[in-house]
Structures are given as C-alpha cells and as structure tokens.
C-alpha cells in the first residue's frame, strides 16, 4: 500500500510541469476567427452580376436569394457566431469562407447597409453605408481580416453588403 501511494505521489509531482503550460495558455491572449458564410450559386448569379460569386459555396440562386429578402434575409448568409465573448487584450477577425465578398463593420446599431435592394430584410431604420467603413472593411472570398482588439465593451459587427448578417462581440475586462 505505501509502494502504491509513493509512485501515485511520485506521478502527480512528474505531471505538474506537463499541466503548467495549459495554465499559462489560458491567461493568454486568444486570436478568435469568425466565418462569414454564404451560399451563393455562381451561375445564376453570374447572369445578372458576373463575378460576383467567385465560386459557388452553396446552391442559393439569385432568385431564391431575392425571394428570402422579404423574410429577414437568407439564412444561408450569415456570421458563423452571432455572439462571442472575449477577454481584453484578445483579439477577433474574420475569415470569408463564402463565395461573395463581405464586410465586418463595428457599427453602433444594427441597420440598413449599402445595397437598397438588400436592405428589405432588416427593420431597422439605421442607415449604417458608410464607404470609408465599407472600403476599409471588404473581406474577398478566401481571405481573412486583419486581427482587431477591440476595447472593453459590447460591439455590433454587421456586413455593409448583407445586413441581416450580424454579430455581438462582448469583451470582458481581465
């Protein structure tokens, strides 16, 4: 029985170098990667807006598409979070796994976007089409944005282009 708890006592103690990395780990600034998804199917929306859908990432068409406006919006369009929580000092981007270009734009309420069109399927009547912030904020298909740190706070991230897609970023003071 002693021989037992000597090497349970002798196991413990070799384990304890083994766990203090994870520790450290865990009080460690986290880079936290959001998808913006969509599934565009690029033929039909080639017809009206060549190039557009880069690839088809799904099988919406343009005209299933306009169809889901008037019920908010298709769901096949949308932030793969729709909220996060952070530790200050973490930082969050993005990366657009879909087939048509989006924005991650810090918005002070959600709204409208860019596209009146597309603007039908939110009811809110905040107009967020700020080009600078569009510009600024694209996101190609396949590509990532840059990491931000955003402050201690709530933060609402929208896409200027599909508005419906949208997200709450809450980073808690540590």
Do not use: Y
Not at 20 to 44: F, G, I, M
Not at 62 to 87: K, P
Request: charged content about 20%; hydrophobic content about 40%.
């Amino acid at each position: 029985m002693k021989l037992k708890k000597t090497v349970f006592a002798t196991l413990a103690l070799a384990t304890l170098p083994l766990l203090a990395p994870v520790a450290a780990q865990a009080d460690s600034p986290q880079n936290r990667v959001l998808e913006l998804r969509d599934a565009c199917e690029k033929s039909s929306w080639d017809v009206e807006f060549p190039g557009l859908c880069t690839k088809s990432a799904g099988s919406v068409t343009l005209s299933e598409f306009r169809e889901e406006l008037a019920d908010g919006g298709d769901g096949a369009w949308w932030i793969r979070q729709r909220a996060i929580g952070l530790n200050q000092g973490d930082s969050i981007a993005v990366k657009n796994v879909g087939g048509i270009v989006h924005t991650f734009t810090e918005v002070n309420q959600f709204g409208k976007g860019c596209v009146p069109e597309w603007n039908q399927a939110v009811k809110e009547t905040v107009d967020n089409c700020d080009f600078g912030k569009f510009i600024g904020t694209l996101v190609q298909p396949g590509a990532s944005s840059v990491p931000e740190k955003p402050a201690v706070g709530v933060h609402k991230f929208q896409c200027l282009i599909h508005p419906w897609m949208r997200t709450t970023v809450t980073v808690e003071k540590s």
